[in-house]
């Protein structure tokens, strides 16, 4: 064997180097950042006169705090950090239940603690990462019964009050503060599926890069001259000029990017697209995770709904908002599979949520 040749057989006998950890430098900024924006949602917060943080400020503060950090840090490599402190399997099950800690901490003080909800909270959690942790392999039957549970839980609003933990005369959740399970369950997911079982390709990164805003605009510009015509002529959109405050335009997009953009990208394409295209052809996987979003918004009102009886009782169908989110759907997948950054996608989202919602959006029942 040839010196060359022997170099050659170590080379690919050898493993893998392992991926680099966060920067601490990296981290250190994220965390600056989040105390920042935190004083932020508080003004803003202060201005829309959120009853809650009047009410009860110490609570209110520190369970968003805590809900808003794996969303947060997550975004800039703290998932590799967590691994190496949770090398092995019980202990990263079992840190799952954490992620329930700000609905105790919202609750408990208010007097407003329902012990089913909070079974229920922690018992998704850890077995969502049980599954995930015991079927490693992509794409398979584990990842659909996780998927499928995040999606249908929120869709359906179980983890609200309309759900069937609802009790009589109560809410579970203050005013105001009913997006708090949508986000619980984004956080079990980035966990899922960048600590317990790490998924190439999700593209689930905080920091923004010029490429993104690109993509973003681009697909948004695509996105437009089909979505205006079609919505017009069915009657969903209508066209009513606002003049909220300077502010509000820019206030009103990253509220949309951080709490409904990258949430629903994460799930719909980092996630439902990515594991899809493990089975499929690209643009299939594509077209399939698009319909399943589109399908997501059926219960919206919206204008263009109509009562569909099954079973002695009347459910909610937008068809309308389900077409034009399904089309939107596709638009939103091309930017994330560009180069794979769910913030591509997401200021594609963003940006038709709030351009609909201030220029086009129809009123309720009209």
Known sequence: MTLVEHTRVNMVDAPAPASPGPSTRRLRVAAGVFCALLIIFWF????????????????????????????????????????????????????AALLALPYFVLAIPRGEFHW?????????????????ETWKKPGNWADVFVLATAGLVIDLGLLNTSGPLAVPGTTLWPPGLGGFPKMMMMNVALYCYLVVKPLEGI????????????????????????????????????????????????????????????PEEL?????????????????????VASILFGL?????????????PIAGHTLLFN??????ATIAGIFYGRA???????????????????????LFRKAVGS
């Open 44 to 95: 803003i917060a202060k201005y829309f006169q959120v009853q809650q943080v009047e009410d009860h400020p110490v609570s209110t503060l520190v369970s968003f705090a805590l809900l808003f950090a794996p969303y947060w840090f997550f975004g800039f490599g703290a998932a590799e950090w967590l691994r190496s402190v949770l090398p092995r399997a019980p202990g990263r099950i079992g840190a």
């Open 116 to 132: 089913t909800l909070a079974v229920t909270l922690v018992g998704l959690a850890l077995l969502s990462a049980a599954v995930v």
């Open 203 to 262: 593209g689930y990164d905080l920091t923004p890069r010029f490429s993104d805003v690109k993509t973003g605009l681009r697909e948004l510009l695509f996105y437009m001259p089909v979505v205006l015509p079609l919505g017009f002529w069915l009657g969903f959109l209508q066209f009513h000029p606002a003049r909220p405050p300077v502010f509000l335009v820019p206030a009103a997009w990253i509220f949309t990017f951080a709490f409904v953009a990258m």
């Open 267 to 287: 799930f719909f394409r980092g996630l439902v697209q990515n594991l899809l295209e493990r089975r499929m052809a690209r643009n299939l996987a594509l077209l």
């Open 296 to 308: 997501s918004h059926f219960n919206k009102h919206a204008g263009g709904q109509f009562l569909l």
């Open 319 to 324: 068809w309308r908002y389900v077409l034009l």
């Open 336 to 358: 994330w599979r560009d180069k794979r950054r769910l913030f591509a996608s997401s200021i594609t989202h963003a940006s038709v949520d709030t351009v609909w919602s201030l």
